[in-house]
């Protein structure tokens, strides 16, 4: 079984300032992670992956996250926040190759919000 | 390249009457999963089809099916329906297990 835990459904940066957003997931097999972003009215796009390579991983629009096993986490971060970062993040993680197949569970979500 | 497509964005039915909605997967994209999304319970994983068979399934009631064609489109049916399956149910097609790529929704108004 494998679960994801966001902390802080609202997160609040002011414009050029450090993004970090939580994540911590729990799974019995070796887990895929991923950060997804969604705007209003649309689907998810993929921020990020990890699918056990390198445990620091880039993705678009400059954010990137670190997979540490040892503290089964996997926070997303930008060093400097733009306005258009302003969205609803989600942490989802699945069985990869050890089963499962596309099944992704997701967190509950963090809504980020940008000022100037 | 095209993405993946969902019809209708928009569908408003009352309550006991049943749905169809349809997904059309990026091209050479054999897996399709479904997904419902509510502000009460999240996104939730509905079932996945890969090659026409249901690869796995979530934890909904059986009114809530899906089916896969030959040519990877995907269409899920909810029947009877309920206030609460007011939602946005997302469509996913991806070609490997690393990488899914959504839909924009199709929204869902139960009245």
């Known amino acids: 079984a494998q679960s994801v835990t966001q902390l802080g459904s609202h997160v609040s940066v002011s414009e050029g300032a450090l993004v970090l957003l939580r994540c911590n997931y729990s799974?019995?097999?070796?887990?895929?992670l991923f950060w997804y972003v969604q705007y209003p009215n649309q689907g998810l796009q993929l921020l990020l992956k990890?699918?056990?390579?390198?445990?620091l991983v880039k993705g678009i629009n400059g954010f990137e996250a670190e997979f540490k096993k040892s503290e089964t986490s996997f926070h997303l971060t930008k060093p400097s926040a733009h306005m258009s970062d302003a969205a609803e993040y989600f942490c989802?993680?699945?069985?990869?190759?050890?089963?499962?197949?596309?099944?992704?569970?997701f967190g509950t979500g963090t809504q980020l919000k940008v000022e100037l | 390249k095209a993405g993946v497509t969902q019809t209708p964005r928009y569908l408003i039915k009352t309550r006991g009457q049943q749905v169809t909605l349809s997904c059309s997967p990026i091209?050479?994209?054999?897996?399709v999963s479904w997904y419902q999304q509510t502000p009460g319970q999240g996104l939730q994983f509905l079932f996945e089809?890969?090659?026409?068979?249901?690869?796995n399934k979530g934890n909904f009631p059986g009114r809530f099916s899906g089916r896969q064609f030959s040519n990877s489109r995907s269409e899920m049916n909810v029947s009877t329906l309920e206030l609460g399956d007011s939602a946005l149910y997302l469509c996913?097609?991806?070609?490997?297990?690393?990488?899914?790529?959504f839909g924009p929704g199709t929204r869902l108004t139960v009245l």
């Open positions: 996913a097609s991806s070609k490997t297990l690393d990488t899914q790529y």
């Open positions: 799974s019995s097999v070796p887990p895929y």
């Open positions: 990890y699918t056990s390579a390198a445990t």
């Open positions: 989802a993680v699945s069985g990869g190759l050890t089963g499962g197949g596309n099944k992704l569970t």
């Open positions: 091209s050479g994209h054999r897996s």
């Open positions: 089809y890969f090659s026409e068979t249901q690869r």
